[in-house]
C-alpha cells in the first residue's frame, strides 16, 4: 500500500508527511520546496488486541503504546500540482507519474484560504476549487495517456484486459475498469472513445481506483465556520480537518522528551521545565488538540486506511497458546489487509511458500480450526499450519 499526498502548492504538504513520517522533508512558504518526491512510513493506529488477550505485545515493526497499536504505512508526498500540470506545467508529468501507483490520495488544501491554485499568497481562495482543479488535471493526465494509444485499443476486443496492461504502473483491476466504463455508459469493446469520454471514463477511474481524503490544513488559522462550509461544498468528500504545523511541533517535542504524547490524542503531558515562550505555545497547542479532538494529522491517515482503503488488521502468530512466534514475540506483527481477505492469501503476504504449502488455519480467539478460504475479519488472531518447513 502506498498512499499519495497532493495538493497545489504550498498548502503544507511537506508539514504534514514531516508530521507522519518524522521526516526531514523541506519546508517553506514558497511554491515548489519539494522538488523530488519524499518518500516514507506513516503508522495507521488501532487498539491492540493485547488487552483482550490479557498479554503485553512486542511488535517488530512501529509501537504499542499504552494499548495503541501503531501499523506502518508507505506514503509518498510529490512536488505540487499547478493548472495545465497534464500538459508539463511546473513538475506536471514527473508529479503525476510519482502518484501512479499510489492506493488513494490525501489531498491537502488551504483551510484558510491565503494561498491561492499556483501557490502563492492570496486571500479569500476557496479551498473547494482547488480539489476540483486537482481532480481535473490528474484525469486529464490520465486521459491523455489512453488518448495516445487509442489506435491499439480500438484493435483489441478485450479492452478492459488491455486498458489494465496499458495503465500497469497504475496497479489497476479489471474490476475498477468494468466498473469506472460503467459508470461512465462506455463500452470496453474495441475502444473508440472520443476525448469527452476518455476524460469522463478517467475521471470514474479515479474516483474508484484512487480515492481521496482531503485533509483542509491550517484549521488553527481559519475562520470560524471555514471547516463545515468545506464540508457542505465537497459532500462526497471524506473532509478532516487539521494543523500538520501544530502536529509536528508536538511530535518533535515528544521525540526530545518535553512531553508526553500519542499521536492522535486529544492531551498531552508536560514532563520537563520550559520556559514561559514555550509554555505558552504549548498552551496554544494543547488548548487547539483540546477543542478540535487532537490536530486532524492522525485521524486523515487512520480514515484513508480503515475507512476509505476498507483494510482490517490481522495478527499472524505460530503458537497459539502464547500469541507468540517462533522467537518468543509476544504479537510481533500487525498487517494490514483488505476486508475479505482469505487466510490463503494472509499466508501469502507472509511468505509464498508458506501459502504453497498451507493445510489450514487456526482462529487462535475462538479455537477453531478455519479453512484456506475462510474470510479473515478485523482482529483476528491466525495460526498458519502448514506443511512446509
Known sequence: MLIGIIGAPNKGKSTIFSALTMANAEIADYPFTTIKPNFGVAYATRECVEKELGVKCKPRNGLCINGTREIPVNITDVAGLVPDAHLGRGMGNQFLSDLASASAFIQVVDLSGRTDIHGNPSEGCDPAEEVAAIRKEVALWLAGIISKHRSALSKRADGNAALVELLSGFNLTEEQVNRAAEKSSLSTSQITWDEEETYKFSDSLLA????????????????????????????????IGCSGAIELALRKAAAVGVIDYVPGANGFVVKKDVGEDQKRALDYMADFISRNNGTGVQSIINSVVFEVLGEIVVYPVEDESKYTDHFGSVLPDALLVRKGTSAMEMAGLIHTELAKNMLYAIDVKKKLRIAKDHKLEDNDVIKIVSAAK
Open 208 to 239: 474508484i481506483s484512487k480515492p481521496t481524503v482531503v485533509a483542509a490544513n491550517k484549521l488553527d488559522a481559519s475562520g470560524a465556520g471555514a471547516l463545515e462550509s468545506l464540508k457542505k461544498k465537497l459532500a462526497g468528500y471524506t473532509v
